[in-house]
């Protein structure tokens, strides 16, 4: 398939506004990867590991897969630094059905959940500093679901989750630019955060009893470390690339970056590697503060908020909550952002809805399709099944990421003399190895955790007859009247 999008006079009726630095997209990737997560499932990572040892290396196979990632993607993402991305990548590797394919399940699931889950999360540690925002639901039914009931309806939790999911669309369709500072400052402040964590439990919060605990004779498993654990840790991992996935969302906002095909690479490995660093240090941490079994049996698995209380008290309880919240209000201003302009390159492509595939007139932004992601991420926060489908997309992720990698080899046969401004670091060995990582967790996945793989086979699989009728669709539609259209 041509590439219409990366024409000069495509872009130039794409008319985005070149707004981010390199260093705004740095703390793009950053302000994507850190949310809620690194505070809540190091608990469930315990639980399921039952070994300090086993954690810290859970969390460093984690990074060496996430760098791994980035710098097999910072070729494809120099090739193709236009809007779109992974899609754009898929797109132009494999075939357009696998490009459409992660733009459905970007939209159905990966993104529009994320921001749900990562908007209730605000609200939730927000209703620590505000009791009256309660989980109750007060307008609503129960489901009673195979996987357990469900409370489907508004809970104070859940209107103060739309309301910034409202608050983040808002500023989005107002202007690339004031998105851009806000989220570049955000970033800033919630690292700064989690670096404050990291040296409280490096100095003054350690505690001797854990210390004695997570890094005397229990550090590894009774018997010593065994090939046989790595099963165990690859089911285990489910959470850890939950928590540091979305580092290569960078590469959506191609259009919007000043110098797209050197700063994205750069700013998908240099944000990738600052955060791992930083997570795998926060979990050191953690180890320095509580032992394992209090980690284990953190209240509401808020990890992050019994360390602090541990070291100082019920003011400590107070203070991780609101750096919390904020971290999730920084994340989410970053998932708000990048997303739609996937929906706006596959709507320039006749594979979705017209509306999303225009500018606004006066703000030059994707107003349509964020609008659209905040109506649905809404929908997915009064439903209350965000976590269920995050935890099914998990391995459709790792699928995903498998299948970008191999764009790297096809393009390589495919288009040996296409201009490639940056290269992925030792092709052909890394890359493979990453690919290689990554089918072991796959396969992993599928015999330890079938309730978490297979529904997310089958939502990517239902993307299938909706690719065929867009096509169909589009087949009636001339690319002019898509581009020439505006909001």
């Known amino acids: 398939m041509s590439d219409p999008i990366a024409s000069p006079e495509r872009a130039k009726r794409d008319d985005f506004v070149k707004a981010f630095s390199r260093f705004d997209a740095v703390m793009f990737v950053a302000g994507s990867m850190i949310g809620s997560a690194i505070f809540i499932v190091p608990a469930d990572i315990m ?13 460093l196979i984690t990074a060496v897969v996430i760098v791994f990632g980035a710098l097999s993607y910072a070729e494809l993402s120099a090739m193709y630094p236009q809007t779109g991305g992974l899609y754009i990548y898929l797109r132009e590797g494999l075939s357009p059905l696998f490009g459409y394919l992660y733009g459905w399940a970007l939209f159905c699931v990966i993104q529009s959940g994320a921001i749900a889950a990562v908007a209730v999360a605000f609200a939730r540690f927000a209703a620590v500093l505000f009791p009256g925002v309660t989980p109750d639901v007060f307008a609503g039914v129960t489901l ?7 409370d489907v309806g508004l809970s104070w939790q859940r209107v103060l989750a739309i309301a910034s999911i409202a608050l983040l669309t808002w500023i989005n369709v107002r202007g690339v630019k004031t998105a851009a500072t806000l989220q570049t400052g955000l970033t800033v402040l919630k690292t700064a955060a989690l670096g404050a964590l990291i040296v409280i439990g490096f100095t003054v919060g350690r505690r001797g009893v854990a210390l004695s605990a997570n890094f005397g004779a229990h550090f590894w498993p009774a018997g010593g470390l065994h090939w046989s654990v790595l099963p165990v840790i690859g089911a285990a991992m489910v959470g850890s690339i939950a928590a540091a996935d979305l580092w290569y969302q960078i590469g959506y906002a191609g259009g919007e970056i000043k110098d797209a095909k050197r700063d994205i690479p750069a700013a998908m490995v240099r944000g990738a590697l600052l955060v791992t660093v930083l997570y795998f240090l926060a979990n050191v941490a953690y180890l320095c503060i509580l032992p394992g079994d209090a980690i284990a049996g953190a209240p509401q698995d808020r990890v992050g908020s019994t360390a602090l209380q541990a070291v100082f008290g019920a003011p400590g309880l107070y203070i991780m909550a609101a750096a919390v919240a904020l971290s999730c209000f920084g994340c989410n201003a970053a998932l708000i952002l990048s997303a739609p302009r996937v929906y706006y390159a596959m709507a320039r492509d006749g594979l979705f809805f017209g509306g999303t595939g225009r500018l606004h007139r006066r703000y030059k932004t994707p107003a349509s399709a964020l609008v659209a992601q905040a109506v649905w991420a809404s929908i997915l926060c009064l439903s209350g099944m965000y976590s269920q489908l995050l935890e099914y997309m998990v391995f459709a992720s790792l699928l995903f990421y498998l299948l970008t990698v191999f764009c790297l080899f096809s393009l390589r046969v495919k288009r040996p003399t296409a201009e490639r401004p940056v290269k992925a670091v030792g092709y052909p060995a890394l890359p493979a190895l990453y690919l290689v990582i990554l ?13 978490y793989t297979w529904p997310g086979l089958v939502i990517v699989a239902l993307g299938v007859p909706v690719y065929y009728l867009w096509r169909t669709i589009g087949a009636r539609r001339t690319p002019e009247s898509v581009a020439e259209a505006s909001v």
């Open 144 to 150: 009673h679901l195979p996987s357990g009931p469900i």
């Open 47 to 59: 639980r399921r590991l039952h070994s300090p040892g086993l954690v810290l290396l859970l969390w």
């Open 439 to 451: 089918a072991v967790l796959c396969v992993d996945l599928l015999i330890e955790s079938p309730q």
